[in-house]
């Protein structure tokens, strides 16, 4: 509940819960619905900036904390946990004394902060001091509204109202007298949830209501989160595999086609994969080879116009004018190649695309197409080279522009097309090959992200509470707090049911 608890949670875990089932745990349904099956164990293994984070112990110069603070969704719970705290002080050391065997939380409302938080304990009464507020009753259930918030009434003095109640040796605390009455509707009726997966922390997402939350779509800082492929409701858990954590995860939607993999063992990678998002690779290619900028501009020609008649009163002889303001172009440009790359793309579909980057920084992609478009992108590859640094020119599998200085270059293993910065940067490249159920895969050396840690930041700007640097300030800062893992890898396969995925976090060797 404090914060970005189901973001801790799901990072972190030990081994799987091994117990007899229990009842249900009555929370209400939601977009996310999450469960800690183990507290102890859970509590047991947290360390480091997680436990710091569900303490409230970050320090205010920790980038993740800085990071969340930045957002609309952070800035406003930072204020209104001030409010809640007020009332009942909750942070993680104060449910430990709970002595809790499970706990969970469902998130009703992003926008509205609604919340519900459900402790399976035999102590509350005796450890927490819970407010008196107005006392209520349930169709028969006793429980207590010590302040109304947004998702009772909009237009509340709050958004994080407090309601709580004891049910069954269950504490429900929400932030909203009408998500408590949701979590007793379930303690009456028996229901409510139990592990989604086995393992010591489950977790339930909603695709499709996350994706139409507005605030959702505007703090989620990645494309795949608003628009990527999966739909319906993906389960996930995570587990202790040997020295390994791993998040397997589940979902509904059909599965993509087969994803070809090639050998990356022994090889110098910092990074690589295959992305299942065809309409992506110009993209990929436009800003990681061809035109290396963050934001390319859809209108990269600078629009030619005719000089001014010099004989002409109302025109301006000497094209500038500094007692008028400059007229609003909204060409603002043209297009250049760009049309023709789209069409020649448009007539050369692909299903997917992979990528390499070395721990050089060579960028490497790799796509299966037919060798008799090969002359169309170079002479396309060609011309934007041309565009951007005046003069091109190609040698062999290579364009090369200035003084010598190599620019884009190809190769090909069999049916696939490797592409790189230069054909140095292609040295070692292998032949791809399908991998059974195998739907998408990604592999990442932490400790040579971390090393680009201050090009990311500068390419992301200087820090600034207006400024949202995702890479830098959450990606890093998350790396940051578990300094143990070495790798991820991220298995996707499909399956009857749709696909099953598993997401390993490795330790240093």
Known sequence: MKKALALFALLLAASPAAGQAKAALPLPEGPVVLLISDVPAFDHALSGGFRKGLSGALPASDPVAAGW??????GKLESQWALFTKDLPLDWGSLMKLQPSEIGVTLLSVGDLETVLAVRTASAAAVLKLPGGTAKDRRGMAYRVVARGAGDLRAASRRMGLAWAESNGVLLIATSEKALQLALDCSLAGEGVRGFLPGLVSLKLDVAALRKDLYFRREFLFAEGVSGSETGTILAALRAEGEALVEVREGTD????AAPAWKIDGRDLAAAGWETDGSRLF???RRGLLESVPEPKALPVASLKPLPDANSTAADPYLVDLTRAAPDEKAGGEPGELPEWAAHLKES??????????????RRLVVKRPVEGDARLVALALAMAARRAGVARRERSE???GPDLPAFAWERRGAWLWIAASREDLAGIVEPSADGSLVRWSWLDLSAVAREGKDWARAEGVFSPERARPFSDRVLGLLGWAPGIATISVERCASPAGWTERVVLSPAR
């Open 69 to 74: 603070r930045q957002t609309r969704v952070g």
């Open 254 to 257: 059909a599965s993509r086609a």
């Open 283 to 285: 993209g990929a290619l």
């Open 349 to 362: 579909p692909v299903d997917g695309w992979g990528w390499e980057i070395g721990k050089s920084g060579a």
């Open 399 to 401: 364009l090369r522009v």
